[in-house]
């Protein structure tokens, strides 16, 4: 089963992480969440981040998200990416977490996609109906 790692500013993860259990009914056991903290240093956090990645991964690969393309937490997730073992998205949504779970007994490259489009399609302008 393919590991997702959500690394985050702060507390997001976590909650992320609580409003998916709440929406899937279970706790699944392929999450893992690290949070990061704006006095945290950052080469300390990869290697929790690695070690994390380590104990997720079955042989199935491991999904990390992260919440903003640029910010400490993507900088630390993406020294983490190897090619068709550990890949990355940025800008975790519940929506494309909820998806990587779902789909997460996939292969990566499947995970990786549904996650996306999950994303995506979870990013929806609702027009005002007229009165």
Do not use: F, W
């Amino acid at each position: 089963m393919v590991g997702v790692l959500i690394i985050s500013h702060g507390d997001l993860g976590q909650s992320l992480a609580d409003c998916a259990r709440h929406v899937l009914g279970r706790v699944p056991d392929n999450l893992a969440i690290l949070g990061v903290e704006k006095h945290d240093n950052p080469d300390v956090r990869l290697q929790e981040a690695q070690a994390l990645v380590a104990g997720l991964d079955d042989g199935s690969g491991v999904l990390v998200l992260s919440d903003m393309l640029g910010g400490t937490p993507c900088n630390i997730a993406g020294r983490l990416v190897r090619g068709g073992q550990v890949e990355l998205v940025a800008g975790v949504n519940l929506p494309m977490l909820v998806r990587a779970l779902s789909y997460s007994a996939q292969a990566l490259d499947v995970v990786v996609s549904k996650a996306i489009t999950g994303g995506l399609e979870g990013v929806y302008y609702m027009i005002p109906e007229d009165k």
